[in-house]
């Protein structure tokens, strides 16, 4: 099966036969349509076992759409350096606005949540929903494994902590591995454990990109969206944290990206980079 239409197709039929609560669901004859009806039903669907031959179509559907979107090597992203920033670590840091899921990188970042199990909100915007989308099922299934096994150890409503990455394979991401990590949560008025909570969320992650011998890793904005962080200050505290840790580990690393989606979140960056 070669042509992406004849795996959509496919694929729809499929994860709706898989899905017990919409195993009735009209399919329209609209690409967009279809699209969105098998991302919503891959963002729904509990960990479990798939058939071979769905997760292969799976798989051959994916790499090709992260074809289609744009894939970005690591050297095709600018260093700081090369716009005229005298930081000094200026020429292993970037700042790349774009989809983060199209990066190349060894790693990228996901901002996840405590369950570590990606979004269950059909369509939801949020980078979790959209690292999980464009990986494929199989993300989920190994998140779910991690989770067990630590349920196994610490007791069954074993949460990750704030700051505690955990790694996984990127399956049909062009990267080659995902570290998910939960930031700091802000109700109200920013407290210094948050802004501790995010500089170990940098540190931390930095040091799994050590010991796994990842030599280039993308962030994401991490805790600015729902999780209420402001800003402007999550951009200094990740400029300073990563900004000390090179200091410290001085050849450990080759390429750190901050990549941003928005407009405001590039010029925060930018006004401590450039």
């Known amino acids: ?159 990750y902590q704030t700051a505690v990455p955990m790694l996984t394979e990127a399956y049909n991401l062009p990267c080659k591995k995902v570290i998910h990590v939960t930031g700091p949560i802000v109700s109200g008025s920013l407290t210094e454990k948050n802004i501790t909570d995010l500089k170990d969320c940098y540190v931390n992650v930095l040091d799994l990109c050590k010991e796994n011998d990842i030599r280039s890793v993308a962030f994401c904005c991490i805790s600015t969206g729902v999780f209420a962080f402001p800003g402007r200050r999550a951009a200094g505290i990740a400029v300073d944290s990563v900004s000390k840790w090179l200091n410290d580990n001085e050849g450990s690393i080759d390429r750190v990206i901050f990549n941003v989606f928005k407009d405001e979140d590039r010029g925060y960056y930018e006004q401590e980079l450039l």
């Open 1 to 159: 099966m070669k042509d992406q239409k004849e795996r959509l197709d496919y694929l729809v039929e499929a994860f709706i036969r898989d899905s017990e609560e919409y195993s009735d669901l009209r399919v329209p004859d609209d690409t967009d349509e279809k699209r969105r009806i098998l991302r919503s039903l891959m963002n729904i669907r509990m960990p479990k076992e798939m058939d071979e031959e769905t997760l292969k179509i799976q798989d051959e559907y994916l790499k090709e759409r992260n074809r289609e979107k744009g894939i970005v090597e690591v050297d095709e992203i600018p260093t700081v350096k090369e716009y005229g920033s005298h930081h000094p670590h200026g020429e292993k840091i970037s700042i790349y606005q774009g989809d983060i899921t199209g990066i190349a990188s060894d790693a990228i970042v996901n901002a996840a949540n405590s369950q570590m199990l990606g979004c269950f909100v059909p369509m939801h915007n949020c980078i979790d929903n959209c690292i999980h989308t464009y990986a494929g099922i199989q993300l989920r299934d190994e998140c779910n494994r991690q989770m067990q096994a630590h349920k196994k150890i610490y007791g069954r409503n074993f949460e």
